[in-house]
């Protein structure tokens, strides 16, 4: 099979954000993108010579394609071996304890995650290293430098391999294993939680909705709670992957999974419900007329987690990301155990985990995770709750109101300004910024703020140190605003705002949030600005 060095020039915009580089599908397909995206990784990471990497995306639309692709790069780079998801499917999660599990030298995920699919949707890569989480900055930094010089790539001709074909075969020197995406995962987490336990929940009677959002979730959910759990079949619903997800928006939150949500709700409610994201590592729990927003749902892992096999000797710590609810740190403070509190994105978890420092880690938008892989897990998240609903024999509403009384409740939301146009929401911010130091002190509204300041994280295992990584103003009281610029999109700005009041009250913790999060809603609005700055009054997507 022919080799070819081919000629190229850098091209802009190749800047990671959040997780790894999300853009329209329509410019990965563009000549050269995707080929100078995957060289500059080669390269960013020392060459892949002799290396191994486990290869596989969330089946969006544009996925197999761009696995030929990097396979056909990966053998001009003289890599050994890729290790392939059949039908190029591996949730990220999976794709991250595959890595572990062969001790592979890294992997290449093919997703945008909760974005949609489509040609005229979105499409996104991420490098995960050698530990099976997302590459630490230093890394995502050599790779972006890279993008900027780059003046050839490497590619073999030849025809595509069959991804749906099982086993190993050789493109010139390099082995490609195809495996089964599914049973690896469904091994591991037997290791983690009580399955004959949940067998037994659901052998009495239980019921379950869950909602795999026509995303990647739904093959590995048919087998484990159909196949090896016994919840009856259509427990999973919207479970064949499909490019463009249904035309979805696989975003496991209660306006995007509306129909879980109005199941849910409805008065022949089943007694569990969870949906999970395009990629498989977020996860939406939902009970009968209680949704769980996700800082609570840390919160309830953290505090009954030692009731499953693989954590029944405690805890070693937690972390949540900065924009996420203080819940859990009320439960980790009560186990007299550590809590981190890292910047927004998985990569700030991975040496936490590495060094035994933490077991739990969560954030906000719906991910939740543990040191089982380097990657947030939604399964795994559903199956731990459905250990904890076995084990107590209580109802999520039961779980949750005992959570609250023994630790107080953070009420919670997130408040979404999409599209925004970017030079008007750098302005915000940074007009923003600019008057923190001078806030402490100052009534906004009916609230009084305590604190304000711009996060600053420094990795307490390698030193390194993250800066502007969202701005927080704490009010007396108990309530909390953070503002901050999104990393995943892929058209303007996406501005988020993250409310939060504390209620301690016995009589006050079961309160609509949007009336108890009034109060610091109309301050933020206030003190930022954001109408007259951005034009915007109100939120498209509130979580
Ligand atoms: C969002 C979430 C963040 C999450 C990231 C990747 O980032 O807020 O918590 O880690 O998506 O998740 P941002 O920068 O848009 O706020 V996923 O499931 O999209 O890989
Ligand atoms: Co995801």
């Known amino acids: 099979m022919p080799m070819q060095n081919v000629r190229t020039t850098s091209i802009e915009g190749q800047k990671p954000g959040t997780s790894g580089l999300r853009k329209k599908t329509a410019i990965f397909r563009r000549p050269h993108f995707l080929e100078n995206y995957v060289q500059s990784i080669f390269d960013g990471i020392g060459g892949v010579e002799g290396k191994t990497l486990v290869i596989g995306g969330d089946g969006r639309f544009f996925n197999d394609a761009a696995i030929q692709i990097i396979l056909r790069m990966a053998c001009a780079n003289s890599a050994a071996k890729c290790i392939i998801g059949q039908g190029g499917i591996l949730s990220t999660p999976a794709a991250s304890h595959l890595i572990r599990l062969r001790e592979a030298d890294g992997g290449l995920i093919l997703s945008a995650s909760h974005n949609p699919g489509g040609a005229d949707a ?29 003046s050839f790539y490497k590619i073999a001709a030849g025809e595509d391999i069959n991804l749906g074909q099982l086993g190993t075969r050789k ?21 983690i939680v009580d399955f004959p336990k949940i067998k037994t929940l659901f052998a009495g009677g239980f019921t379950m909705c869950f909602d795999a959002m026509h995303a990647v979730t739904g093959p590995y959910a048919h087998t484990v709670l159909e196949d090896m759990l016994g919840a009856p079949k259509g427990t999973v619903i919207n479970g064949q992957p499909s490019p463009d997800f249904g035309k979805g928006h696989p975003d496991p939150n209660p306006i995007w999974a509306k129909t879980l949500m109005d199941k849910m709700y409805s008065s022949n409610a089943p007694d569990f ?17 209680a949704y769980v927003t996700p800082s609570d749902s840390l919160a309830l892992l953290t505090a009954h987690a030692h009731l499953a096999p693989a954590y029944r000797g405690g805890l070693s710590g937690v972390a949540r990301s900065m924009p996420t609810s203080r819940a859990v740190d009320r439960v980790a403070d009560s186990l007299g155990i550590a809590c981190f509190e890292t910047p927004t994105g998985w990569k700030f978890f991975g040496n936490l985990l590495d060094a035994g420092k933490v077991t739990l880690c969560g954030e906000e938008s719906a991910g939740t995770g543990s040191d089982h892989v380097r990657e947030k897990d939604g399964l795994w998240a559903v199956l731990l709750w459905l250990n904890i609903l076995a084990e107590t024999g209580k109802s999520v509403s039961e779980l949750m109101g005992d959570l609250w009384t023994a630790h107080g409740r953070c009420y919670y939301s997130r408040l979404d300004f999409e599209d925004v146009d970017s030079d008007k929401a750098e302005a915000m911010i940074n007009k923003l910024r600019a008057k923190l130091g001078s806030l402490a002190g100052a009534t906004i509204g009916t609230l009084t703020v305590e604190t304000a300041d711009e996060f600053a994280y420094l990795d307490p295992v390698d030193g390194s140190q993250s800066t502007n990584q969202g701005i927080r103003i704490a009010f007396e009281g108990g309530a909390r605003a ?7 999109g892929t058209q303007g700005a996406t501005i988020r705002l993250y409310l939060e009041q504390l209620e301690t009250d016995p009589v006050r913790l079961h309160e609509a949030p949007e009336a108890v999060l009034t109060d610091v809603r109309e301050a933020a609005m206030s003190v930022s600005d954001l109408t007259a700055m951005t034009g915007r009054s109100a939120p498209d997507v509130i979580t």
Not at 131 to 149: F, L, M
Not at 482 to 488: A, H, P, Q, Y
């Open 122 to 150: 979105d499409f996104g890569l991420k490098y995960n290293g050698p530990n099976g989480g997302p590459a630490s900055e230093a890394v995502t930094d050599k790779i972006y430098e890279r993008t900027k010089t780059l």
């Open 482 to 488: 953070v503002f901050r610029l999104s990393g995943t």
């Open 171 to 191: 493109i010139e020197n390099m082995m490609v294993e195809i495996v089964d995406p599914v049973a690896d995962y469904a091994d591991l987490m037997q290791t």
């Open 273 to 289: 419900g969870a949906a999970s994201d395009g990629d498989g590592d977020r996860n939406m729990i939902v009970g009968p007329g």
